[in-house]
């Protein structure tokens, strides 16, 4: 997961006269009613659109590229029709927020859906954020859109909100831990994301792995490189070897590109040769 700035929010949720503005408008009279109320501005084509582009059509918990594969879910952080309270699925959920700009995000299926996987540590069988949306303190969760958000702090991370950086240590083998503050504990919104959306399933790590192996073999040519070119007096023949090891590097760096999936993780090997990003 890295920051992503948000977007302008695009026409269809933009203004009184937009279709989301007169979907929550119909959603506060159905809530006051008891009625149930469909929402469908949140998957307007300019939505998608936008949204694909400002993750650069990766998932937004786990930078999985979706391009390639399954279809993205344009995802509520806050649940819109039900959230888990202690264990027990509760209607309503975030109904108020369903066509709120600032509330979606693109997540691939893994992340988003609840369903069982195989993970690479034990005791975890499934994962999926589906209806979670747990927060620090119940008795300070945003309940109706008549009552202020006062103080609601969740514990899940919006990569557009937050800096997964502070929360996310990515390691050197595909894992991801919880950054440890200097008491040695853990971030709690860093160990309920992991766990919520599943950033610990074997097929991720193994991919995250597989990529920072290319970086570390094209850092470790390009040292190489660097290290014949520094022994050799011939200056033809020096110059070459600089050129492939800056060619290397440069290689190397392309994986840091927003558009490539994993990034977070292809920084942990530029760390780990105390390369500056």
């Given at each position: 997961?890295?920051?992503?700035?948000?977007?302008?929010?695009?026409?269809?949720?933009?203004?009184?006269?937009?279709?989301?503005?007169?979907?929550?408008?119909?959603?506060?009279?159905?809530?006051?009613?008891?009625?149930?109320t469909k929402f469908k501005a949140y998957r307007e084509s300019d939505v998608v659109l936008t949204l694909r582009e400002m993750f650069n059509k990766k998932c937004a918990y786990c930078e999985f590229n979706y391009a390639a594969g399954s279809?993205?879910?344009?995802?509520?952080?806050?649940?819109?029709?039900?959230?888990v309270i202690n264990g027990q699925l509760t209607k309503p959920g975030y109904y108020w927020l369903?066509?709120?700009?600032?509330?979606?995000?693109p997540s691939c299926i893994d992340c988003n859906r609840k369903r069982s996987k195989e993970f690479v540590v034990p005791n975890q069988a499934s994962s999926g954020k589906a209806n979670l949306f747990p927060v620090v303190d119940e008795?300070?969760?945003?309940?109706?859109?008549?009552?202020?958000?006062?103080n609601e702090q969740p514990l899940l991370l919006n990569p557009c909100d937050d800096y997964p950086d502070q929360h996310l240590e990515f390691l050197n083998d595909g894992l991801v831990r919880a950054v440890a503050d200097t008491a040695g504990n853990p971030s709690p919104k860093g160990e309920t994301s992991i766990e919520v959306f599943g950033l610990l399933r074997h097929d991720l790590v193994e991919q995250r792995a597989a990529k920072q192996l290319m970086i570390r073999a094209a850092i470790?040519?390009?040292l190489?490189?660097?290290?014949?070119?520094?022994?050799?007096?011939?200056?033809?023949?020096?110059?070459k070897w600089l050129n492939l090891s800056a060619n290397l590097l440069m290689d190397a760096r392309a994986h840091l590109d927003p558009r490539q999936p994993y990034r977070a993780a292809s920084e942990a090997i530029f760390r780990e040769y105390g390369i500056p990003l």
């Open positions: 997961m890295i920051r992503v700035e948000r977007a302008e929010c695009p026409p269809s949720l933009n203004g009184p006269d937009s279709k989301g503005s007169r979907e929550r408008a119909a959603a506060l009279v159905a809530q006051a009613a008891g009625r149930k279809p993205e879910d344009i995802e509520h952080f806050r649940p819109k029709g039900a959230v369903a066509a709120e700009w600032s509330n979606l995000l008795a300070h969760r945003w309940r109706s859109h008549t009552a202020p958000n006062v470790e040519r390009a190489e490189a660097a290290e014949i070119a520094e022994d050799t007096d011939d200056i033809t023949r020096r110059e």
